[in-house]
Each structure stands twice: as C-alpha cells, then as structure tokens.
Nanobody, 115 residues
Framework: QVQLVESGGGLVQAGGSLRLSCAAS????????MGWYRQAPGKQRELVAT???????NYAGSVKGRFTISRDHAKNTVSLQMNSLKPEDTAVYYC?????????WGQGTQVTVSS
C-alpha cells in the first residue's frame, strides 16, 4: 500500500507560478512511476504529467513547456512546477503512483487561477 499526500495548491493570478508536491509513504520501494492528474468542475479527470523511475517524462499537450514534473527518490516526493498559469488550469490536482498491478491516489489539492 502506498499513501500519497499533496500540498502546494492555492490561488494565483494568471501568468503566475505554483509548485505542487506529493509525498509518498508506505510501500514506496515498489513504485514504478508517479504522475499528476487534474479535474476541473464538470470535466473528467485528465493526465497532466508523468515521470518514471528512470526519469522519463510525459506531458499533456496543454501544459507542455509550462509545467515541469520532477522526482526526488531520496525524499520520496514528486513535484510539479507550474509556470505561466492560465485560468483554464484551475482544477483539483491529484498525485498518482503506479506499482505492479495497482495504483494509488492522493486526496487532491485545489489550484485556482484568476484572470
């Protein structure tokens, strides 16, 4: 079992920056990849970015060039640096961790971007 706790959300003006962090605990040795998803009101949850144990990254087209995902294996954290934020980035952001045969989700953190 892996437990995930997100932090760093908040309210920011358009064009600003935020940094989200996700701390993993439990069976962290079994984590293969981690990532961030988001869900805006009335919309489906969507992939934002992922990072593998080897450091390979993948981004949604809408955030590529603005967001950067990183992972600190020593601290068991994954972070999402979000720059040039837009109102359409407003959503609850969730951390996800994959293990062989299962995955875990955090409780989410709210990001609100005002115009």
């Amino acid at each position: 079992q892996v437990q995930l706790v997100e932090s760093g959300g908040g309210l920011v003006q358009a064009g600003g920056s935020l940094r989200l962090s996700c701390a993993a605990s439990g069976s962290i040795f079994s984590i293969n990849a981690m990532g961030w998803y988001r869900q805006a009101p009335g919309k489906q949850r969507e992939l934002v970015a992922t990072i593998t144990s080897g450091g390979s990254t993948n981004y949604a087209g809408s955030v590529k060039g603005r967001f950067t995902i990183s992972r600190d294996h020593a601290k068991n954290t994954v972070s999402l640096q979000m720059n040039s934020l837009k109102p359409e980035d407003t959503a609850v952001y969730y951390c996800r961790a994959w293990r062989l045969g299962s995955d875990s989700w955090g409780q989410g953190t709210q990001v609100t971007v005002s115009s």
